[in-house]
């Protein structure tokens, strides 16, 4: 079956350490995967998009890689900080049709 | 520019009652989704909306949900009769003519007791 898999135990690391989370997919080949915050009680908002043929992308504290072969993207926040705790989604189209799937979601929490 | 505005916020109604979901898009965005997130879940599709026309419903959970865009700038998601099983968050989306960014409402939050 299709799916997207996220580590779903949530991820404690200290402040101003750099975190990474993982997004794990099978059975597509997406053109680009999107990574999203989720504060408690809120929507999600959209961080990055990666396109398949960029290897990584960086966005101020933010990265994100992409490896097609593997079929996984790696979100990385350095210099964390506590305002980073959140949950963050990883998505994609599979089939370019604007069907998006989600993870489930990792939640991080940086502690002070 | 307001975003996605969604009403109720907060809902909690009995078992087999009618519930109605609104969602004003951003205002130029022509796809329109509807999502549901549990906890056992997580976030999924529920209906696709492209120039106000259903495209794929395929996540339309039972004949009980029905969503309709009578226009680009209003959409509803209704279920009928309401259900324990249908408590959860339900978000509206939208994106533009890119199509590679979604942006969401803040969530109706639903409790069917």
């Known amino acids: 079956s299709q799916k997207i898999e996220q580590n779903s135990e949530a991820l404690n690391i200290q402040e101003g350490k750099t975190a990474t989370l993982t997004c794990n997919y099978t059975?597509?080949?997406?053109?680009?995967l999107q990574w999203y915050r989720q504060d408690p009680g809120r929507g999600p908002v959209f961080l990055l998009l990666?396109?398949?043929?960029?290897k990584e992308k960086r966005k101020e504290r933010l990265k994100v890689t992409f490896d097609t072969t593997l079929k996984q993207s790696l979100f990385h926040i350095t210099a964390s900080q506590p305002a980073d705790s959140a949950t963050y989604l990883c998505?994609?189209?599979?089939?370019?049709?604007?069907?998006?799937?989600f993870g489930t979601g990792t939640r991080l929490k940086v502690l002070a | 520019d307001a975003g996605v505005i969604q009403s109720p916020r907060h809902e909690v109604t009995e078992m087999g009652q009618e519930v109605t979901l609104r969602c004003k898009p951003i205002?130029?965005?022509?796809?329109l989704f509807w999502y549901r997130q549990t906890m056992m879940r997580g976030l999924e599709l529920l209906i696709y909306?492209?120039?106000?026309?259903?495209?794929?419903d395929s996540g339309m959970p039972e004949d009980r949900f029905s969503a309709k865009m009578p226009n680009a700038s209003f959409s509803t998601l209704k279920i009928q009769p309401s259900e324990p099983r249908d408590s959860a968050v339900y978000f509206c989306?939208?994106?533009?003519?890119?199509?590679?960014?979604?942006?969401f409402g803040e969530g109706s939050w639903l409790t069917v007791v």
């Open positions: 989306a939208t994106s533009g003519a890119s199509g590679n960014t979604i942006y």
């Open positions: 059975n597509y080949s997406p053109a680009y």
């Open positions: 990666i396109r398949e043929n960029e």
């Open positions: 998505a994609l189209d599979p089939s370019g049709t604007y069907k998006y799937i």
């Open positions: 205002s130029g965005h022509n796809s």
């Open positions: 909306f492209n120039n106000n026309v259903p495209i794929d």
